[in-house]
């Protein structure tokens, strides 16, 4: 049981949130046509009090089935992106008629996976949300569905939510959904979560709507992670009158996630969180405790096997003799190479290549661990 006071602790911790992210799925938007109204205002009140918010936004593919007359979401990719290209502009039509109502200007900011995979491209798009929140504008970012194909798409803007936050140096991340916020096993609500992996994710289920592609266990994941990038994230009912301003009032709303207590930097983040592995290493027993218990970084000498076809530069799993993910990086070495060093010592790798120093396949700089290896670290 969770005290009262550790709940009114953290909750008052979110008056002091500077830059906030707030994501509203498709189904609120599609099945209420109020919301944008309130939504607006929510977010205006929040902007008088000198807070940043930028806004992700699905709707554009639901509005745009509506447009083209499909009574039921399409499953061919060609559909989908005509929906979502017919949708994107009735979308931020709405939302710039609500916004300027109050007195706000919006900017549509499109992204899909690739541009944050990329490191430089990911820059670009830091410094444009980051010129806009300072005009005092208020981003709208969706996924770019018109272009959008498996191998660059988020999965859900639930993720992409939590992607986000980190670019635009995000507090607080507020996710709004049809529910109250996490159910526990007698449908109550859960007010606090300190740690995502153990206490929410059981608790957490996929969507059925068949408007959105989220739901709870999407949530769940986007709070994982963004948690573990220092960002507090509460997950809320879009259907309250005012949840961003009770929200930072103080008030009990919803399931806060804390941030975690061990943070990582931005960088490894992305590593972890943005990028997606190429391929996997192997790792022996002696391997594991280096990486893990002492920080180090991987040598081919511990390396009992490499799967998948990655080159210099790209993300892998680490992986333990046993098949658990320990880990990711990004690898110095193609998995060809790796696969002829695997197993060697540096002064048989010297010995072969000529190299002066000993071989570095994933370099303690660009690795980081697994949300599960890091919670047996913070506990």
């Known amino acids: 049981m969770i005290a009262s006071e550790q709940v009114c602790d953290a909750r008052e911790a979110l008056a002091r949130s500077r830059r906030i992210v707030v994501k509203i799925g498709s189904k609120t938007l599609a099945s209420d046509g109020s919301v944008y109204e309130r939504l607006a205002r929510d977010i205006a009140a929040a902007q008088a009090e000198k807070r940043a918010v930028t806004l992700v936004s699905s709707g554009a593919i639901a509005l745009g089935m509506k447009k083209l007359g499909l009574s039921a979401r399409p499953k061919e990719m060609a559909w989908l992106q005509a929906s979502a290209a017919a949708g994107q502009s009735v979308l931020m039509r709405t939302y710039e008629e609500a916004f300027g109502r109050h007195g706000l200007a919006v900017a549509q900011v499109l992204l899909t996976h690739a541009d944050l995979a990329d490191r430089q491209r990911a820059n670009n798009a830091r410094q444009a949300l980051g010129a ?24 859900d803007n639930d993720q992409l939510a939590s992607m986000v936050a980190p670019l635009v140096d995000a507090d607080l991340l507020v996710l709004l959904s049809d529910v109250p916020g996490l159910l526990d096993e007698r449908g109550e609500r859960v007010p606090l979560v300190r740690n995502a992996t153990r206490e929410a994710k059981p608790l957490a289920k996929g969507s059925t709507s068949g408007v959105g592609t989220g739901g709870m266990a999407s949530k769940v994941e986007a709070a994982r992670r963004a948690t573990f990038s220092g960002t507090a994230v509460v997950v809320a009912d879009a259907r309250h009158p005012e949840p961003l301003k009770a929200i930072l009032a103080g008030e009990d709303v919803g399931t806060l996630f804390v941030p975690h ?25 002696g391997a594991v405790d280096a990486v893990v218990a002492n920080g180090r970084s991987l040598l081919p000498v511990g390396i009992l096997g490499v799967r998948g076809d990655f080159a210099r530069g790209d993300a892998v799993m680490l992986l333990s003799h046993e098949g658990r993910e320990i880990g990711r990086g990004l690898a110095r070495f193609g998995a060809a190479e790796v696969a002829a060093m695997a197993g060697r010592r540096g002064e048989e790798i010297r010995a072969l290549h000529g190299e002066d120093d000993e071989a570095v396949v994933v370099h303690r700089d660009d690795l980081v661990l697994s949300p599960d290896e890091m919670d047996v670290a913070a506990s």
């Open 132 to 155: 806009l929140l300072e005009a005092h504008v208020v981003p709208i970012v969706n996924e770019n569905d018109t272009v959008a194909v498996d191998e660059i798409r988020f999965g």
């Open 261 to 285: 207590p061990r943070r990582i930097q931005a960088r490894k983040a992305w590593i972890a969180f943005t990028l997606r592995p190429k391929g996997a290493l192997l790792l022996d027993r």
